[in-house]
């Protein structure tokens, strides 16, 4: 058995190192900064566990690891190379290093069918995602939100019942229901918006500074591609958010209700406030505070793309790209995919703490 | 003659009940709930209205509507000899100035996500004041309410329960009002500090030249508090008098049944208490008839049928019941002995 104390006294100074950081940041006791650096410092185990999780997946629940990795149609030689190169002889916690230090090195994986690198294909489909995902979330925080505010201050009127019956029929809609309803009224009958891809097949993709074709042609100041892609972006971000209605107008509203009940909202009318200034200062500011929670949790759910909104509409995100790797049978490419959505996820709840603990001052932090 | 400040004229307030489309379609006649049920009184300047009655009696939803934070059914209310019920808009935000509010509940009442100095002085920036101006009132008023300066930064709910309806009074008493109504305002405190709370407000009362409306469901705190008081009953006003009088002279049944509950501390000073048996009336489906009916010792056939007006009965002392005059002069638990309540300056009292 190979032993490494290299790695095993470092790894130990490290942990160390982190635990009494933790620590520190917990005796200093005051402030944000305090809160947000402990948060960041437990991102660690938590992404411990999940690579973990999917070490499992891809390497001990595998019946035949080396072959997974190297697809069906591998030739020995690539198999030894491959086995090297995962070290898949070694013992199995030796392997989980390996694995992780691989992930962190950005090392995911051959894709087996291209040869292409795991990391750099998902480098390619992931900012297409990210577009859709924060243009849907801009939707749903544009309109879900003040639907919801409209839906409280009218409650048990026409504009509520309205309301209500929009968000939980966009709710309970299956997404590729809704995508194929928007693609035939809008795209095929109005023909007002485009129905497939970024971007039109006439159109030249502009620099790729970040890879989102939205934001390269604004910096870029590439016009026609930017009201092109705007224009692309409409109806697959509109399919997605409209699940996301029936949650976030629904919470916004139910919250709403709930706070416009309580004493101070009255005090407010009794100050000599106008209407509009208690509704939207005391009334929707203390209404926000599990909308925006739950939209940060939801965010996760965005980034982790939508396989089948994305396949109706051909759009170039890893949805796409993990329904093409699955019928090509890529093992690598969907454990990649995998581990990325998970770390999206992580980070989206991450986010979604340190914003609930910023803008709640009731939170101890 | 006495200035009246407050007038209000056979107020009604009722709740609509939701029901189902369905429900209402087959009812055609929508439940309603007689909160406050053709309620009249004044109430004069510098003087302290305590309206005493159980939970559900339509107390808080009276004081609610006089300030017109609740759109009333009918009914007129005058303020210093205006009309304010037909009021709307602009025209009834420049009363604000002059009537104010301190609810019941410290912990909901104060906006958890605005800092108390912002609190108190969003007042003075609704109408219009300089910013100087603004934070000298502010301290000026944090100090009258004996609140620590420089923690007025803090959120609401770093401070304790009786801070916080300290707060709540300094927020009220901001615009410099003239009328006040308080909302149960110690229910929700210790004992200690509602002592505290109450000569607070007595000490402004006197200083400022205030009127209140005290609303309470305690009896010993409207003794301490209170030169005139009325009973509130399923909606409806069944007694009004001076706190004195009503107190060691009951003439409504409720009344008595009231006054029998209040704790002596003394026992030889104790008394038999008379409870009332029976169900509190729903507010949508009011017994016919006197509406204390049901639940009352001396019920006879009239009662049941038609409803008792408030009458005077002894000069300056009304009540609801057609029999209010045989309670003059029969044998009710004495009254006299206020043992309990500690020795009050006595408030300047109008006419």
């Known amino acids: 058995m190979d032993c490494h104390p290299d790695w095993v006294c470092t790894s130990t100074i490290i942990v160390k190192y982190l635990c009494d950081a933790y620590t520190n940041l917990r005796e200093q006791q005051t402030g944000t900064i305090s809160y947000v650096g402990r948060r960041l410092l437990l991102i660690i185990p938590v992404i411990l566990g999940v690579t973990l999780v999917t070490f499992v997946i891809s390497f001990v629940t595998v019946p035949n690891p080396v072959r997974a990795w190297a697809g069906p149609r591998a030739t020995p030689g690539a198999i030894a190379a491959l086995s090297a190169r995962y070290h898949l002889h070694d013992p199995i ?50 309109i879900g939100i003040p639907l919801g505010f409209l839906a409280a201050t009218y409650r048990g009127r026409m504009p509520d019942h309205l309301i209500r019956f929009f968000y939980l029929g966009a709710y309970c809609s299956p997404p590729f229901f809704v995508a194929l309803l ?17 971007l039109s097949a006439s159109l030249n993709f502009p620099a790729h500074i970040t890879g989102m074709v939205i934001i390269d042609s604004l910096l870029t100041q590439n016009w026609p591609d930017f009201t092109d892609a705007v224009w692309h972006i409409v109806l697959p971000a509109t399919s997605l958010s409209m699940l996301y209605f029936g949650i976030i107008t629904r919470v916004t509203r139910a919250s709403l209700l709930e706070i416009l009940e309580k004493d101070f909202i009255r005090a407010a009318f009794a100050k000599g406030l106008g209407k509009r200034t208690v509704l939207l200062k005391h009334g929707l500011r203390n209404a926000m505070i599990p909308t925006v929670t739950i939209l940060g949790v939801l965010l996760g759910g965005l980034l982790s793309g939508s396989v089948v909104i994305e396949t109706i509409f051909q759009w170039p995100g890893i949805g796409l790209y993990l329904e093409r790797s699955i019928l090509s049978f890529d093992f690598p490419s969907i454990v990649g995919v995998a581990v990325l959505i998970t770390l999206g996820v992580v980070t989206a709840n991450l986010v979604a703490d340190i914003l609930y603990a910023l803008i709640d001052p009731r939170i101890k932090v | 003659m006495t200035e009246n400040i407050l007038q209000v004229k056979n107020l009604v307030k009722y709740f609509p009940v939701s029901h189902s489309i369905l429900a209402r379609v087959m009812r055609r006649t929508a439940l ?74 410290p912990y909901s009442s104060l906006d958890p996500r605005t800092r108390v100095n912002d609190i108190i002085a969003e007042p003075l920036r609704a109408f219009g004041t300089r910013k100087d101006a603004e934070k000298e009132t502010v301290k000026r008023v944090a100090t009258a309410v004996n609140l620590p300066i420089d923690g007025l930064s803090r959120f609401p709910h770093e401070f304790s329960g009786g801070q916080r309806q ?21 229910s929700a405190l210790d004992s200690s500090v509602q002592a505290q709370i109450l000569n607070l407000l007595r000490k402004m009362q006197e200083q400022l030249g205030l009127t209140y409306l005290l609303i309470t469901h305690n009896v010993g705190v409207v003794r301490y508090m209170a030169n005139r008081m009325t009973v509130m009953y399923c909606g409806k006003l069944v007694e009004m008098g001076s706190t004195r009088e009503v107190l060691e002279q009951p003439l409504h049944p409720y009344t008595v049944a009231l006054i029998s509950s209040i704790p002596q501390p003394d026992p ?58 045989e309670f003059i002069s029969m044998d009710l638990p004495p009254q006299s002995q206020k043992s309990s309540s500690p020795p009050s300056k006595t408030l300047p009292r109008a006419g």
């Open chain 1, 93 to 142: 916690y030796m392997q989980y290093y390996w694995y992780t230090v691989n992930l962190v090195t950005g090392n995911w994986g051959l894709v087996p069918s291209s040869g292409r690198e795991v990391l750099s294909d998902i480098a390619l489909f992931f900012p297409a995602t990210l577009e859709l995902a924060f243009t849907s979330l801009l939707i749903v925080i544009l």
């Open chain 1, 182 to 198: 928007m693609i035939l009224i809008f795209g095929y009958t109005l023909r007002i918006f485009p129905t497939q891809g970024e």
């Open chain 2, 32 to 105: 309603q709930v007689h909160a406050v049920d053709d309620v009249s009184l004044t109430i004069a300047k510098n003087e302290t209205l305590g309206l005493v009655g159980e939970s559900g009696s339509g107390k808080t939803t009276f004081g609610r509507t006089v300030l017109m934070l609740e759109r009333r059914t009918s009914g007129t209310i005058t303020f210093q000899d205006q009309t304010i019920s037909e009021m709307k808009g602009d025209e009834l935000r420049a009363f604000r100035k002059k009537m104010q509010i301190v609810f019941q509940d």
């Open chain 2, 166 to 186: 300290r707060i709540a009074i300094a927020r009220a008493m901001v615009l410099e009002p003239q009328f006040i109504v308080l909302d149960e305002p110690t």
């Open chain 2, 268 to 325: 030889t000073k104790r008394v038999k208490t008379m409870p009332v048996t029976g169900e509190v009336p729903s507010a949508v489906n009011p017994p016919r008839g006197c509406r204390f009916n049901p639940r009352c010792r001396h019920v006879q056939d009239k009662c049941r049928v038609i409803e008792p007006a408030l009458r005077e009965i002894l000069p300056g002392h009304w009540a609801a019941c057609h029999f209010a005059e």
